[in-house]
């Protein structure tokens, strides 16, 4: 499974910013697709995750109400639309792959990873 991340950019505080990951390759082995986060010095950690099939997602708190996750099974392309964006969303953002079913926030489970869109999100 091949992931293509992008969409990233400037923004100014309270603006919004739609980032999209392309699936390429054997992406019907995938289960799930998540979106994750690293500012700078800090760790990757996890912003929201859904399932190819059914749509279900799962957010963490702090992106709830202002992020939203879809998929497109057609395209095989994962979004992620961020409103009321705040200077701490300031990031690279990654899409992941999880091959094995259940939404989860642990890292460590997704097998494939994209190269990371930067969001700059201006005071």
């Known amino acids: 499974v091949q992931l293509q991340a992008f969409g990233g950019g400037l923004v100014q505080a309270g603006g919004s910013l739609r980032l999209s990951c392309a699936a390429s390759g054997r992406t019907r082995t995938s289960y799930v697709m998540g979106w994750f986060r690293q500012a700078p010095g800090k760790e990757r950690v996890f912003v929201a995750a859904?399932?190819?099939?059914?749509?279900?997602?799962y957010y963490v708190d702090s992106v709830k109400g202002r992020f939203t996750i879809s998929r497109d099974n057609a395209k095989n392309t994962v979004y992620l639309q961020m409103d009321s964006l705040k200077p701490e969303d300031t990031a690279v953002y990654y899409c992941a792959a999880k091959l094995r079913t259940g939404l989860t926030a642990l890292r460590e489970r997704y097998n494939y990873w994209g190269q990371g869109t930067l969001v700059t999100v201006s005071s």
């Open positions: 859904i399932t190819w099939n059914s749509g279900t997602t």
